[in-house]
């Protein structure tokens, strides 16, 4: 079974920093790309990154492109985004995932973990 174990998630500021991360165990021949979307109470799903697991190829939603950085390190089949500069309305719980490839307009999910919530304060 593909499982996600998401850390990292807490209270910031406004424009600070937070790290999560994502260790993803049971992947299967069909994955090809892990990533990361949020999603707030009241609204929907918002795809913020993802990578391409064998070309690195990245995708950054328009909303958090030139603060937040997707990174793998594959040996450790760990993942994590990295999140400067945040804003009020990146408050949301964010969950790790698995799609079968990255594109340049995004990853369509199949699996994803339970998530890690991320508050930012004003």
């Known amino acids: 079974d593909v499982q996600f174990v998401e850390s990292g998630g807490g209270l910031v500021q406004v424009g600070g920093s937070l790290t999560l991360s994502c260790v993803a165990s049971?992947?299967?021949?069909?994955?090809?790309?892990i990533g990361w979307f949020r999603q707030a109470p009241g609204k929907e799903r918002e795809g913020v990154s993802c990578i391409g697991l064998l070309d690195g190829f990245t995708y950054y939603g328009d909303s958090v492109k030139g603060r937040f950085t997707i990174s793998k390190d594959s040996a450790k089949g760990t993942f994590y985004l990295q999140m400067n500069g945040m804003k009020s309305e990146d408050t949301a719980t964010y969950h790790c995932?698995?799609?079968?490839?990255?594109?340049?307009?995004?990853?369509?999910?199949?699996?994803w973990g339970p998530g890690t919530q991320v508050t930012v304060s004003s």
């Open positions: 995932a698995a799609a079968p490839r990255a594109t340049r307009w995004g990853c369509r999910y199949d699996y």
């Open positions: 049971g992947l299967g021949g069909d994955v090809h790309a």
